[in-house]
């Protein structure tokens, strides 16, 4: 069973960015997919990017698409989310997530604790 733990969320302006980061431990990191979702007050979680075990195919959730880039180090056991021109709409808690199978952005298996990203007019 894999535990994830995310870091790198913060405070930034509106056009700023920020890059999150997940550690990976206790399973095989590189045979899993994994995936970025956030929650922002008031609303369900939401899908942001998925990449598969070896990292050659990606998908994003529209809101997101060309600021947005998800990508893995497998033998540092760790996920990256890089976001750029960040809006305050995408204001939330930040969750890694992973799953067997390929890419997708439902039925993930495992959770992280989630990270704090605020974005200021």
């Known amino acids: 069973q894999v535990q994830l733990l995310e870091s790198g969320g913060g405070l930034v302006q509106a056009g700023g960015s920020l890059r999150l980061s997940c550690a990976a431990s206790g399973g095989t990191f590189s045979s899993y997919t994994m995936g970025w979702f956030r929650q922002a007050p008031g609303n369900e979680r939401e899908f942001v990017a998925t990449?598969?075990?070896?990292?050659?195919?990606?998908s994003y959730a529209d809101s997101v698409k060309g600021r947005f880039t998800i990508s893995r180090h497998n033998a540092k056991n760790t996920l990256y989310l890089q976001m750029n021109s960040l809006k305050p709409e995408d204001t939330a808690v930040y969750y890694c997530?992973?799953?067997?199978?390929?890419?997708?952005?439902?039925?993930?298996?495992?959770w992280g604790q989630g990270t704090q990203v605020t974005v200021s007019s």
């Open positions: 997530a992973a799953r067997r199978g390929g890419v997708g952005p439902k039925d993930y298996d495992y």
């Open positions: 990449i598969s075990w070896i990292g050659t195919r990606t």
